[in-house]
């Protein structure tokens, strides 16, 4: 950012001085030290100070802040000549209208000097740097310490001249003395100030930081022997300047020589060194003449050099954009693979062409071309000839065309732009042709054309209808099918609102509203009203279209009838509300008759025991063994009739909640203990997890899964049964292992039909329900169940139940 009417330079302005109250206070009090200071240099009554370092801290301060800086130079100079103890012999009394009309003509006089010194300053450097070229670094230090001393010494001397502060004799000393003070206070203080405000001033500079240390330590030495020791060689000084004045930046010149001056002006003062005079101001005068010389001849030289090496660095930067730029040419014309570049003079010869050109020649015509070949001789084909010379023979006469030439030797399509060159007296010396391999465009542009046709075939055909809105649902276009669709045709509904189709109870615009909010719209069903009054039920999916700034440009659509399907869908509700009614009374017949079959089956079993009991003993064995039919087949019975009583049971259980599956199965191994103890088995559990269930379904399929394998065991080796249970996507993968006889591979499905039986009963006792009370309680945790095994080797019970249900 630069500073308020700042040249050039752009300074480095803290934050906080931005803001004009505090720029002007900041100002007016480092105006009024730097006026303290300068005041102790007031040797003799009734004069001025001969180095008053404010005047080059009001014309830095203005160059850097602008016209707000004007106010805080005013409030400085007044309270500075008003009342700081100025050691003049008229200033004994108390301030009076007298002493505050001086402080106000010299803050004035201030104000006017600063004002015309910057803007004359800033004229004669026409926006350049002040202290980066020598003439601009002159004008600082001569015209601007001339301007400003001038007026301020003028209007300061005459006042105090008109108030009596100073005799008719002092008036020219006195004036002199001012007019050196200020001019020596600009020279010296000016530039160290814009020097170092710069944005640049503490960037790393280009120079050796142990010369630095070098140079300041003998600045030092050479200041100390020759302002107290050796004061004829007061003139050691300038070389060191120069010095610093090559090898430094500004910023160090302007420092050291701040440096010499405090030397030379505390030597002076004191009475000792090179500058000592008879009368101390005169010595302090002699001294501003000497600081002045070698202040403006470092600063000018250092100007200059900064000039020369900005110019180098400029002429450098232009050999390096101009080797850029050749270098960029040169591969803007070879790097495109598919541009063939070549100029051709009026005598068809050629002037220049790039690499890719020469590799087309050579390929198209056999031609090894070269600058001054005359194109009759490369092109070997006469109809290409004579076209490409009538082309650029158009271009002679100063018309740019451009044409579009297939080659069958490689296939390919080429675009040609031919423009004539001019010189600089706008002679055309030639022209310039430019080709393009446009194979993969006109291919592309061939299938975006099928493409078309292919999408407009669709959209004009298709049963379902495509749309487009504006971002408010006003219909901008729709497929032909819409005629069929709703009985409207597509002109018939463009311009009129989506809403103009539903029924005449619900004229809402939900669908705009919810494509505008979510982008993305699927599957949203809704009721239209056709031409005819009839209702129809639609699919409508939709999404909003953005440009390249994402700004909404209009809504893509597609609508479906699924009056069909909604149909269906009622009739399949119907048939599977009337499923689930013949569904429960089929179970509640099951359960009623299985429940009273129980009774006159008790009946049958407990008579036939008693007439076993007591018929003699002797009894026919006949009968006897019929007896004992009737009694095992009713045992029977009984076991089948239970089995399809607790068949019937599963899924009576309303309520599903959380389950741990741990306990679950510590609950059925607690059930089956004495079967487990008797027949030594082990069951072994890894990591069962929590899930939703029917906590005594879920009991009734472990019980019947441990059962069957403590049944099915192997009679030689102890019996080992290992339940796991592990995550697969969204559903509990279970598993129920056993080491025991193992299930034929064509026997598996059937092991789930109920009722149904793989073994004798006198080896293998049972009714053949349990497997398929588990498929069924597996089908209630919306789950699926099967069996591997091998005969032999044992078997493993597969089941899955869904994570979340």
């Not at 006026?35 to 160059?63: E, H, N, Q, R, Y």
């Not at 390096?320 to 591969?331: A, D, M, P, T």
């Not at 009576?652 to 487990?676: F, G, M, Y």
């Not at 193992?742 to 026997?747: A, D, F, L, R, V």
């Amino acid at each position: 950012m630069k500073a308020e009417n700042s040249l050039v330079h752009p300074f480095s302005i803290p934050r906080v001085l931005r803001y004009r109250p505090i720029t002007v206070l900041v100002v007016a009090i480092s105006y009024i030290l730097f006026a303290k200071i300068s005041f102790l240099t007031t040797i003799d009554p009734g004069t001025v100070s001969p180095i008053f370092l404010p005047a080059g801290l009001a014309l830095a301060s203005i160059l850097i802040f602008g016209r707000k800086a004007l106010i805080g130079i005013g409030i400085g100079s007044f309270y500075s000549n008003t009342f700081l103890n100025l050691g003049f012999t008229h200033y004994n009394e108390v301030l009076s209208l007298s002493t505050l009309s001086t402080g106000f003509y010299i803050a004035l006089g201030s104000i006017i000097a600063s004002s015309s010194a910057s803007i004359i300053l800033k004229r004669l450097c026409k926006k350049e740097q002040l202290l980066d070229k020598g003439l601009n670094v002159l004008s600082l230090l001569i015209l601007g310490p001339i301007i400003f001393s001038t007026i301020t010494s003028l209007i300061g001397v005459a006042n105090f001249y008109l108030n009596g502060s100073i005799s008719p004799e002092q008036f020219w000393y006195t004036y002199k003395t001012w007019w050196f003070g200020d001019a020596i206070g600009i020279i010296l203080f000016t530039p160290l100030i814009l020097s170092w405000s710069l944005k640049d001033a503490f960037a790393r500079k280009k120079f050796n930081f142990f010369e630095l240390i070098l140079y300041g330590v003998i600045t030092i030495l050479v200041c100390f022997g020759v302002f107290f020791q050796y004061t004829e060689l007061k003139y050691l000084i300038l070389p060191l300047l120069f010095w610093s004045a090559y090898r430094f930046p500004v910023q160090i010149t302007t420092l050291v020589i701040i440096v010499i001056s405090f030397f030379a002006i505390v030597t002076t003062t004191q009475g000792i060194g090179p500058f000592n005079e008879e009368h101390i101001n005169d010595s302090i005068l002699f001294l501003d003449l000497f600081l002045s010389t070698i202040s403006i001849c470092s600063l000018f030289l250092s100007g200059i050099i900064t000039e020369r090496k900005k110019a180098e660095d400029s002429i450098k930067t232009s050999e390096n954009n101009l080797r850029k730029n050749q270098i960029l040419l040169e591969s803007t014309l070879e790097s495109p693979k598919n541009f063939s570049i070549f100029s051709i003079g009026l005598n068809y010869e050629y002037l220049s062409f790039n690499s890719q050109h020469s590799l087309i020649m050579k390929t198209m015509y056999g031609a090894d071309i070269a600058l001054g070949m005359k194109l009759q001789n490369c092109i070997s084909n006469k109809e290409q000839l004579n076209k490409s010379l009538e082309i650029i023979s158009k271009a002679f006469l100063g018309e740019s065309n451009t044409t579009v030439n297939y080659f069958d030797i490689n296939h390919s399509y080429w675009e040609f732009r031919t423009s004539p060159i001019e010189n600089q007296n706008d002679e055309i010396i030639g022209a310039t042709v430019i080709s393009t391999n446009i194979t993969k465009k006109i291919k592309d542009e061939e299938a975006l054309k099928k493409s078309e046709e292919k999408y407009r075939n669709i959209f004009e055909n298709i049963q379902d209808v495509i749309f487009q809105t504006d971002i408010n649902g006003i219909f901008i276009d729709l497929s032909p099918s819409v005629k069929e669709f709703c009985g409207y045709t597509a002109e018939e509904l463009i311009g009129k609102p989506m809403n103009f189709l539903q029924p005449d109870d619900e004229k809402s615009n939900i669908v705009i509203k919810l494509v505008n909010e979510q982008s993305v719209l699927d599957y949203y069903e809704r009721l239209i009203k056709t031409k005819s009054g009839a209702l129809k039920h639609i699919s409508l999916s939709a999404k909003m279209i953005f440009d390249n700034e994402g700004n909404k440009l209009h809504i893509n659509a597609i609508a479906r009838d699924i009056t069909q399907r909604k149909e269906n869908e009622k009739e399949i509700a119907f048939q599977n509300q009337k499923l689930q009614i013949q569904n429960k009374e089929l179970e509640q017949f099951a359960y009623i008759t299985s429940h009273d079959l129980q009774e006159p089956l008790i009946t049958l079993k407990f008579f036939s025991e008693l007439l076993k009991t007591e018929f003699p003993k002797d009894l026919n064995e006949d009968i006897k063994q019929y007896l004992d039919f009737i009694l095992i087949s009713s045992d029977r019975m009984q076991k089948l009739i239970k089995g399809l009583l607790d068949y019937s049971r599963i899924g009576n259980q309303i309520n599903q909640h959380e389950i741990d599956c741990n306990e679950i199965v510590n609950e059925t191994i607690s059930s089956l203990s004495d079967n487990i103890r008797e027949s030594n088995c082990k069951i072994e559990t890894e990591n069962l997890p929590k899930l939703n269930g029917y906590s005594v379904e879920l009991i009734q399929l472990f019980q019947h899964l441990i059962s069957n394998a403590i049944k099915f065991r192997k009679k030689d080796i102890p019996l080992i049964v290992r339940i796991k249970a592990k995550l697969i996507e969204n559903n509990w993968h279970f598993t129920v292992e056993d080491n025991g006889i193992g299930i034929e591979e064509q026997n598996q499905e059937k092991a789930f039909i109920i009722f149904k039986r793989l073994h004798n009963r006198e080896d293998y006792p049972g009714i053949g329900i349990g497997l398929a009370i588990c498929k069924k309680i597996i089908a209630l945790h919306e789950g699926n169940i099967w069996i591997e095994s091998t005969l032999g080797s044992g078997t493993t019970v597969h089941f899955t139940v869904p994570k979340k249900r």
